[in-house]
């Protein structure tokens, strides 16, 4: 208790307005880089981010050196259990009490969204690499928040439109009932609908549900050809699980899953997932690149990197390389040097932070592995097209962020 | 006596803590702190175990946050709206509860509030996942910005004392001893000629008030309002910090509400652990250490004395 | 709104009707004789499924023993493990709350509930582990006309419906099961006829405690094995009780079974309100029946 009774005296002495206010580019504040990473360790999401994410991000650190400018790079990580509230009062600690410049990981919508908000309002940069909601870039976008992997429109171009191709012209979906899934619905259906499908129902299930029975048998019951599952981590592991156990697929129905990650494949089996396809923005094998970082992080994570481990690495490396290209962690400074940079190292190649805060980065369409094709453990997905970028995100020209356009 | 240097040290403590910690966390445990007070009158007092109260905090800082957020109603204002809804709601809870005794009656809070929770989970206006995010702080009195800490720091405080004398003005009132005289003897204060059903109402009503507005400030303090505060943990931990500081003493629930909540703060790294310890507190001060911090002080200073 | 789907929806909540069952029975069991409620028959619960899963999957990781207790074998194994915490806790702890306020033995066991599920929260995810050892037999699916349903639901369905039914005949119609009402109606007598009650007190909380053991390993297979499973129920399950009444067994049976197949048939005509739909009909009971269904005052 005294520990954190001490620390706030420094918080304290600011409050009270006895500090002098740091010039904009007086190199580090507080003589440190501290990266925050606040993910879900326990819980629904916790095996496609959570651990994982901070070796990731403690990987990226030790191979830029460990330092930069000459001055230490920190890290500390939390819980944010799935509770935006819990997110947002970690975070103003962080960034109050124990000088945190920059947070990543969020792999929650709410989560995101709360922190993003509150770092918006306290000037700090938030590269969010778990969450899908496009708010985050749309209509509540901040000048300090990066969506660096995947959005919510960026997952059905690939996924629904091959779906509605082969035939999947009515949908039912099953919705995490937050913001992430309401997110992916609306723009999962707004693709069907562009490509002449239509929508015959929709059933919110609530964070975190084991039991998808009765869900399953309303979606059976709609007379949809395909039903979408606009939700992810376990939910989608248990929903697809169940739906084989009451023989949904067997009667003629397809099931999509919206957001599926390399680890809930994993989870599932082959047997159950095999010709599941999905959209992705990293397979661990894609190239000899890729491959070799994600075998060191399997060493130590013992699970192979998904999109979003991946993804912090590279966040957290462009991030330090921006704060050293600058001599400098103020935030204005940082994220108008990332704006300028182009993103290339295994995970993305030619990526572009737009204005709106949105990574621009093609994804890959991709097929579950039939058991007799793959040749190790976690060799589970093969690439089946590409999507470029354009096509993937929201067009400057189309964004309602009031950052652009305005 | 005692009481009073514990009031002398309180107010000290409190005018002085932003300068010495951070103040959003000492914010944080006057809420709690008040929360406790509120609910130790109807167990400390009443000897009704409320397994609800939830349902008040969390239910208030909605309303509040509501109409802090979309009806852009000044700080105060959304503070009473949300304590108001509290008052609402406690009558109805306590309506229903008051019908059921002892452990019924816990059950039966425990259940309504579970109602709360849904309905916060699920009405369109709460957000529900995502809460009530970003409810502005605005200004009080139109003039003083709450965004500064300090300035927010003082109203938490000045809340705080309020409903700290109310609470205190009640048990030292004849109603507060009518009160006593039921938890101690039902059938007694009933052949005395008291309306007991009456009186329980009323110590339910009060305390569920006082409960939002703990609720409603921290709402605003923290710009959140978020189905933790209305989920059947948070009323689990309201009873521990009343255990732990001492059942039906005055400054008891204020001690534990601090130790409770600095103990998950400081060990929160430790995950679910923080769960086991405040679960073995638990087994420890219903095994024997049932009097609590406070009431083991004043039982072993009057010993000594006497 | 098709037939189809009403019974379809209608069976899946009597499989949660089953669960809601076993528990009330249970906690009516032990209410009968201790006149507390236990909070941690939730987290009793839980840990039989816990037990399930350790004993099919995790023996040799965390211990080193070769050995492996498949589904039936837990059957048997978790209640009887879950049943001795409930003895030790009752012999340590509740007997020496007996002379005070009931609510202490409500705290306690709710202290109990929040050390159980802290502590398998930091071993195991929150959202759930699957369990994996359903047995080979039973995992087919059952085509009943309306639906397709898994072989093992209706296993656990049918199993729990005998469990039930037998635990309300021995205690109903047997010459133990009197011995143990005389107990419940007149200790102090009951013990002068020479009757050892603390042992039955002690005997019969483990025997509840067991009832939410056996219940969980029924669960593991269905949903998946999780710390929080138990707090999610139990607290419906109290709503039951409540609308139920403590008063009798059968009553603690059926009105589980009743609220299950409310719950479920709400999904069908109102989805947004199954998880709030036995918390009203509480309300309106509490309104017109104070003392529940099948309840008498005490």
Redesign the interface.
Known sequence: MLKHWIKGIAGAVTLAGLAVPLAANAALSDDKVKIGVLSDMSGVYKALEGPGAVIAAQMAIEDFGGSVLGKPIEIISADHQNKPDIGASTAREWIDAEQVDMITALDNSSVALSVQGLAADKKIITLNTGAGTTALTEDQCSPYGIHYVYDTHALPVGTATAMVRNGGKKWFFITADYAFGHSLRDNTGAVVKNLGGEVVGNVNAPLSTNDFSSYLLQAQSSGADVIGLANAGQDTVNAIKQANQFRIVQSGQKLAGMLVFISDVHSMGLDIAQGLQFTTAFVWNQDDEAEQWSRRFYERHKAMPTMVHAGVYSAVTHYLEAVKATGTDDSDTVRKQLGEMELNDFFVKGGKIAPNGSMLHDMYLVEVKKPDEATEEWDLLKVVSKIPADDAYISMADTKCSLVNQ | MMNRILLVIMIVLGLTAPFFAYPVFVMDLLCFALFACAFNLLLGYAGLLSFGHAAFFGGAAYVAGYALKEWGFPPLLGILTGTGFALLLGTVFGYLAIRRQGIYFAMVTLALAQIIYFLALQLPFTGGENGLQRIPRGELFGFIDLNNELAMYYLVLAIFLIGFGIIYRTIHSPFGEVLQAIRENESRALSLGYDVDHFKLMAFVISATLAGLAGATKALIFQFAALTNAHWQTSGEVILMTLVGGLGTVFGPVVGAITVASLSHELSSFGSWVQVILGVIFVFCVMVFRRGIIGELQHRLSRRKG | M?M??IL??AL?GLNVGVFYAMLSLGLAVIFGLL???NFAHGAMYMLGAFIALIGYSLLEQWFGISLQVGFWGSLLVAPLLVGLLGILIERT?LK??ADL????G???T??????????F??YF????T?YPGQPESLSG?VNLGF????TYRLFAIVFSLVVCFATWYFIEHTKLGSRLRAGVENPNLTQAFGLNVPLMVTLTFGFGAALAGLAGVLAAP???V??L?G?DLI??V??V??IGGMGSIMGAILSGLALGLIE?LT?VFY??AA??VI??L??LV??FR?AGLFGKEK
Not at chain 3, 101 to 104: E, F, G, N, V
Not at chain 3, 110 to 119: V, Y
Not at chain 3, 125 to 128: A, I, K, L, W
């Open positions: 098709s189809q789907v379809a929806q899946l006149n507390i409620i702890m020496r709350l306020d009931h609510i202490y409500l705290l306690l709710f202290g109990i509930t929040l050390i159980l599920q802290g502590l929260a930091n995810n929150v959202s759930g699957p699916v639906m397709y349903f898994p269905i949903y998946s999780s710390p499973m707090a607290i419906v109290f709503a009780v409540v479920g999904k989805p947004p998880s709030t918390f009203f509480m309300v509490l309104l104070p």
